[in-house]
């Protein structure tokens, strides 16, 4: 304490009682029982009945010249006019719940990150130029705040983008929505978008706990803690070295450790202890994100941060279609998504705003789509249409009868080949995952011309229904039974880890313990810690990775990642890893299958050699693949690849074989693949 108090006294007196806040907030919560999640969810202030929304207070609606208020007794919202920037948060006792210490237009704000070919990137703010009121009564308020794009706008900063962003107050509700308008016209310059995101820069002194999931959330480092570490491999991670709160000491952060998958995105936020106070994005309906379910995303993150991302090139490089031609016009709706504030009477645990927090999550995803948006390029339930059917998986080498596609992720998308979508973002998609019989109901499915598209846990490859699905206002379409016939041209030899498009079954080394984020300790998404990706060269020091067919565990025996090996203190190498395995026969004139599944690829080139480690020209090599930095970014999966290698009888011998699988690239420590599933095939069989 002492220690602390003479750094305070070398600084400001705005951040000496902002630093005094911050640790009597810290110290604040060891009083209160992470055991308060069972707490009644009577002691909440936000939560109305029927009969109390209709003896709440009406919305109210303030114009100024350089503001807009709305207010509806529990949340007061200003709002920057005409440039549509959320300036000010007013709840519970407190003034702003966002940082007041930030720029007006660095508070709450939309931006996206572009550029035309071949030129450099630009940031735009997404400052709007005019300002209207689209709906003002006791019951609803929606705002509009709106900027047109001209050819002379091209030489600044500002996207070529038409945008209208939506702003929605209504009675009752502990919150506001918030959606966007986007639209290209045709003959606009190309460009590549690589990012849209709405943004909350949240108070630091009073925001300091965070919460992603039931397993992800804690107390979490101070913005000044970034500032005073020291930089690790990339600028996002950086280790701790002098916080404020001294057990964060030795810890790294990084805001890539709190992605999280699009399906698994629904509620995130931060809460404030005194008063207890919670912050939550909820992100009812997934149509408008892009790149299908399995996307990674950023989520909350040391600031306090809290976005909503509705596409990035993050977890997948400019692999995703971020390039938007002249040729072509387009529009799209992003959102609406809902910041919800809660809070708990003075003699109740504030942890408890998250359980409450999971509960409103599931009451606005019930309500989807809303009806109360006034946007006419925002369809209600009535005006979209149903997709059903069910879907079998027919693989006479694993079942001679067919089988139901047991929890398959069943979606809809923009027409393309199989397993486009996960690059898809100009489009909407809509995805559900069938029950244990195969069967799914795709709902709310908004006008427009689509191809089905499915990946089945357990089972390789991609299905693509061979016709177009059009959905109309309105209509159900039953496409019955479906059969995926996955790759398969053989029986199983063997096989290495399971197909579920992750490597996350495969061997996760614990962190040095130099580079330890606690939140992730023992935890099931450890893959998400720091410099995993250096530990492949402190384990295998002499030789490479050798797997035996029989013997060895993929779960112990297979790391996680096939990256490089450092040699060195800046240099590094390609390395090869071998699969050993016996066979009994061989047909020397049969054709033999490798079926190859990569999870992710950083700028690769995986080269795959039969019994010949040293011939020049490799049997197989996929060229240079992958952006999608999962290495890197703690991720288990990026975009997912899969390769059907012909394999020619006599590469293979009968006793000892050896497959070589060489990842080519060596320039840095994140170049690798990540495998999700390996199998060899013997010859087909009548």
Aim: net charge positive; glycine share 8%; aromatic share 14%.
């Amino acid at each position: 304490m002492q220690a602390l108090l003479s750094r305070m006294e070398k600084i400001s007196w705005e951040r000496r009682w902002g630093s005094i806040v911050t640790l009597l907030a810290m110290i604040i919560p060891l009083f209160f029982s992470l055991g308060a999640c069972s707490e009644e969810t009577s002691s909440f202030r936000n939560i109305w009945n029927d009969g109390e929304l209709q003896k709440s207070p009406g919305v109210k609606l303030q114009l100024e010249k350089h503001e807009v208020v709305m207010s509806n007794g529990l949340v007061q919202v200003t709002l920057a006019n005409p440039e549509g920037e959320v300036t000010g948060i007013k709840y519970h006792g407190i003034d702003n719940i966002l940082e007041i210490y930030n720029y007006k237009d660095k508070r709450g704000y939309w931006d996206v990150v572009w550029n035309e070919p071949g030129k450099p990137r630009n940031y735009d703010g997404l400052k709007t130029t005019n300002f209207t009121v689209i709906m003002n009564n006791e019951e609803q308020v929606e705002l509009s705040f709106s900027r047109t794009w001209n050819i002379a706008l091209r030489r600044s900063k500002a996207a070529p983008l038409n945008i209208d962003i939506r702003y929605i107050m209504r009675r009752g509700s502990s919150g506001f929505y918030l959606y966007a308008i986007v639209e290209r016209e045709q003959g606009w310059p190309s460009v590549y978008m690589d990012q849209i995101r709405a943004v909350f820069r949240l108070q630091k002194n009073l925001f300091h706990y965070m919460a992603l999931s039931d397993k992800r959330q804690r107390i979490m480092p101070m913005p000044e803690d970034r500032k005073t570490g020291q930089r690790l491999a990339y600028d996002e991670a950086v280790l701790l070295t002098n916080p404020i709160n001294p057990k964060f000491k030795g810890e790294v952060d990084d805001k890539y450790q709190y992605s999280s998958d699009n399906k698994d995105n629904r509620v995130h936020g931060w809460i404030c202890f005194n008063p207890g106070v919670g912050f939550w994005i909820i992100t009812p309906s997934d149509e408008f994100r892009t790149s299908g379910p399995t996307k990674q995303d950023l989520t909350s993150h040391v600031g306090p941060v809290a976005l909503s991302m509705f596409s990035s090139t993050h977890y997948s490089g400019r692999e995703v279609d971020s390039y938007f031609g002249s040729e072509k016009p387009w529009k799209k709706v992003l959102g609406p998504v809902f910041v919800y504030l809660n809070s708990v009477s003075s003699n109740a645990k504030p942890l408890t705003v998250w359980e409450d927090a999971k509960q409103q999550m599931l009451r606005e995803v019930r309500s989807w789509p809303y009806d109360f948006p006034q946007s006419i390029d925002f369809p209600k339930s009535n005006q979209r249409g149903i997709v059903a059917g069910q879907l079998q998986v027919q693989d006479r080498y694993t079942n001679e009868s067919l089988m139901w596609a047991k929890s398959a992720y069943v979606g809809l998308a923009a027409p393309g080949d199989a397993g486009s979508w996960e690059k898809e973002t100009k489009g909407y998609q809509f995805w559900t995952q069938a029950d244990e019989q195969g069967r799914f109901s795709i709902e709310n499915v908004r006008q427009g011309d689509y191809n089905l598209y499915a990946w089945v846990p357990g089972i390789v490859g991609d299905y693509k229904y061979n016709l177009n699905v059009t959905a109309k206002p309105g209509s159900t379409i039953n496409l019955g039974v479906l059969a995926y016939r996955p790759p398969r041209n053989g029986p199983t030899l063997w096989e290495i880890g399971a197909p579920d498009r992750s490597a996350a079954e495969f061997f996760v080394p614990d962190p040095d313990p130099k580079f330890l984020n606690h939140l992730l300790e023992n935890h099931a998404e450890k893959f998400r810690q720091y410099g995993l990706w250096a530990r492949y060269t402190e384990i295998y020091r002499y030789d490479d990775l050798k797997f035996t067919i029989g013997v060895s565990n993929y779960a112990k025996d297979w790391f996680f990642a096939h990256v490089t090996r450092k040699v060195g203190n800046s240099t590094y190498r390609a390395t090869t890893w071998q699969i050993v395995f016996e066979l009994d026969n061989v047909n020397i004139r049969g054709k033999y299958t490798l079926q190859l599944a990569l999870a992710a690829a950083s700028y690769s080139n995986l080269q795959v050699r039969f019994n010949h480690p040293r011939v020049r020209r490799p049997h197989f090599s996929t060229g240079a693949i992958g952006k999608d930095n999962a290495i890197a970014r703690h991720g288990i999966h990026g975009l997912y690849r899969f390769y059907g290698i012909d394999v020619p009888g006599y590469l293979l011998k009968r006793g000892k074989n050896v497959i070589y699988l060489t990842q080519a690239k060596g320039m840095d420590a994140f170049q690798g693949v990540m495998y999700d599933y390996i199998r060899l095939e013997g010859p087909p069989t009548m």
